[in-house]
């Protein structure tokens, strides 16, 4: 196969960045790290597709991480931006809107009685972990090795077993007591969860976890699993925290709690809920949120939370997903995508799996299923690597990471699917 790359202007792009930013980006998941080579640098988005600034233009299966369900630019959201700016950016002040937009969370996802606007999914992360401690006065949190909750220091840890252990700081300046009170388990592994539980009776504030994991590729819960986290903190007085950054509003309209029939203490939101715009949340049962600052003593706060012109991209996004769903159709073509390139790969004799849920999938070059990050960290990257730049050279803009979940918007079609397997056929041929 040829070495496809970026065009001379992102190429040039990225070397001004570079002198000016850290790796030259703002997200390290921008950089092309994990498949060599540099970034495309995006002029603009259109419904499914990207525009370089090279004139190239993209199918997208990124769609900004998750939040585009709805495509890129949708006009009604775009005119409720445009409005909602052209009144004034930030007050600092409470709006009606905010209360609107609380509402529609509020009746659409199933553990949530009350909510928290705050500005991203780490800060929602950050805030739920803070909660559930002064809720329970307990401090020991579990988390699951490859289920990514943001930048947030207590989550910022890895484990090297399948044995419980107390986490170990996976990035520099994350202090080892900042990750002392985090405990990392394998991920599906109702067992060494219970064990947990044995071993530390009364002391678990909290279980967060990604129902379905995009951060390490599309892991779906194996059967049992979820339950199993439900039964347990309710036995024990620990809140369950279910990450629903990537999964609430685009697995169903409730989340994945409304898919799997699994109600959590306590969810937090990003991406699809602040449709393109820098807006998170959490929530959860009403006692527990009665908790935060002013209604309790947890502190939390935020200049631009609630910001207006996010709120009117969140309230535009939901009321579009609620009037006219689109999961059954994105299921769909989901599964088709999910056969077509588990085809293309077997044609081409490379050993794979294809993990699909919704409009979340992943084809992992590995010949076994993936459960947890120990199978996930199996897969052959250096193949995956080339395998997204010849989609790049068919102008098929995949995630930059066999570790990343590939999502898509309501926009792609029938045809757009079908162009993309057969894609993937030449390439995985190809290689």
Same mark, same amino acid.
């Given at each position: 196969?040829?070495?496809?790359?970026?065009?001379?202007?992102?190429?040039?792009? *990225?070397?001004?960045?570079?002198?000016?930013?850290?790796?030259?980006?703002?997200?390290?998941?921008?950089? *092309?790290?994990?498949?060599?080579?540099?970034?495309?640098?995006?002029?603009?988005?259109?419904?499914?597709?990207?525009?370089?600034?090279?004139?190239?233009?993209?199918?997208?299966?990124?769609?900004?991480?998750?939040? !585009?369900?709805?495509?890129?630019?949708?006009?009604?959201?775009?005119?409720?931006?445009?409005?909602?700016?052209?009144?004034?950016?930030?007050?600092?002040?409470?709006?009606?809107?905010?209360?609107?937009?609380?509402?529609?969370?509020?009746?659409?996802?199933?553990?949530?009685?009350?909510?928290?606007?705050?500005?991203?999914?780490?800060?929602?992360?950050?805030?739920?972990?803070?909660?559930?401690?002064?809720?329970?006065?307990?401090?020991?949190?579990?988390? *699951?090795?490859?289920?990514?909750?943001?930048?947030?220091?207590?989550?910022?840890?890895?484990?090297?077993?399948?044995?419980?252990?107390?986490?170990?700081?996976?990035?520099?300046?994350?202090?080892?007591?900042?990750?002392?009170?985090?405990?990392? #388990?394998?991920?599906?592994?109702?067992?060494?969860?219970?064990?947990?539980?044995?071993?530390?009776?009364?002391?678990?504030?909290?279980?967060?976890?990604?129902?379905?994991?995009?951060? !390490?590729?599309?892991?779906?819960?194996?059967?049992?699993?979820?339950?199993?986290?439900?039964?347990?903190?309710?036995?024990?007085?620990?809140?369950?925290?279910?990450?629903?950054?990537?999964?609430?509003?685009?697995?169903?309209?409730?989340?994945?709690?409304?898919?799997?029939?699994?109600?959590?203490?306590?969810?937090?939101?990003?991406?699809?809920?602040?449709?393109?715009?820098?807006?998170?949340?959490?929530?959860?049962? $009403?006692?527990?949120?009665?908790?935060?600052?002013?209604?309790?003593?947890?502190?939390?706060?935020?200049?631009?939370?609630?910001?207006?012109?996010?709120?009117?991209?969140?309230?535009?996004?939901?009321?579009? #997903?609620?009037?006219?769903?689109?999961?059954? $159709?994105? $299921?769909?073509?989901?599964?088709?995508?999910?056969?077509?390139?588990?085809?293309?790969?077997?044609?081409?004799?490379?050993?794979?799996?294809?993990?699909?849920?919704?409009?979340?999938?992943?084809?992992?070059?590995?010949?076994?299923?993936?459960?947890?990050?120990?199978?996930?960290?199996?897969?052959?990257?250096?193949?995956?690597?080339?395998?997204?730049?010849?989609?790049?050279?068919?102008?098929?803009?995949?995630?930059?990471?066999?570790?990343?979940?590939?999502?898509?918007?309501?926009?792609?079609?029938?045809? !757009?699917?079908?162009?993309?397997?057969?894609?993937?056929?030449?390439?995985?041929?190809?290689?």
């Amino acid at each position: 196969m040829n070495s496809p790359q970026a065009g001379p202007n992102s190429r040039r792009a *990225f070397d001004r960045a570079c002198r000016l930013m850290p790796g030259g980006v703002n997200s390290p998941a921008r950089a *092309f790290g994990a498949v060599g080579g540099s970034p495309l640098f995006i002029e603009r988005a259109e419904g499914p597709y990207l525009f370089d600034i090279d004139g190239r233009r993209y199918l997208d299966y990124i769609v900004s991480w998750g939040p !585009m369900i709805l495509g890129h630019a949708h006009p009604e959201v775009i005119a409720a931006i445009t409005e909602a700016a052209a009144r004034g950016t930030s007050f600092g002040a409470p709006t009606e809107r905010e209360s609107e937009l609380a509402e529609r969370i509020v009746a659409a996802v199933p553990s949530i009685d009350k909510v928290r606007l705050v500005n991203s999914g780490t800060e929602a992360t950050m805030s739920a972990i803070r909660v559930a401690r002064g809720f329970t006065g307990r401090d020991k949190i579990i988390k *699951f090795a490859g289920n990514y909750h943001g930048h947030v220091d207590a989550l910022l840890v890895s484990a090297g077993s399948a044995a419980a252990t107390l986490g170990v700081p996976d990035s520099p300046g994350v202090t080892a007591g900042a990750g002392g009170d985090t405990i990392v #388990l394998p991920f599906n592994d109702a067992a060494a969860l219970a064990a947990t539980f044995e071993k530390f009776p009364g002391q678990i504030a909290a279980i967060i976890l990604e129902p379905v994991v995009g951060n !390490m590729g599309c892991v779906p819960p194996v059967p049992g699993f979820l339950e199993a986290a439900r039964e347990l903190t309710a036995a024990d007085g620990a809140v369950l925290i279910f990450d629903e950054v990537m999964t609430g509003f685009r697995l169903a309209y409730g989340g994945a709690q409304e898919r799997f029939g699994i109600t959590p203490d306590m969810t937090t939101l990003g991406k699809v809920v602040g449709g393109g715009m820098p807006l998170g949340a959490y929530g959860g049962r $009403e006692e527990i949120m009665n908790c935060v600052l002013p209604a309790g003593k947890v502190f939390q706060a935020g200049t631009l939370s609630g910001n207006p012109v996010a709120v009117a991209a969140g309230n535009a996004t939901l009321r579009l #997903l609620e009037q006219d769903p689109p999961y059954a $159709e994105l $299921e769909r073509l989901g599964k088709r995508l999910a056969d077509g390139l588990a085809e293309a790969a077997s044609a081409a004799g490379l050993p794979h799996q294809v993990q699909q849920i919704g409009s979340m999938l992943t084809l992992f070059f590995n010949p076994h299923p993936v459960h947890d990050w120990g199978g996930a960290s199996k897969s052959d990257s250096g193949r995956f690597g080339r395998f997204f730049w010849g989609m790049i050279e068919r102008g098929i803009y995949l995630p930059c990471s066999q570790y990343e979940a590939l999502f898509f918007s309501r926009t792609h079609t029938e045809a !757009m699917i079908d162009e993309t397997i057969a894609a993937a056929k030449e390439v995985c041929a190809a290689l």
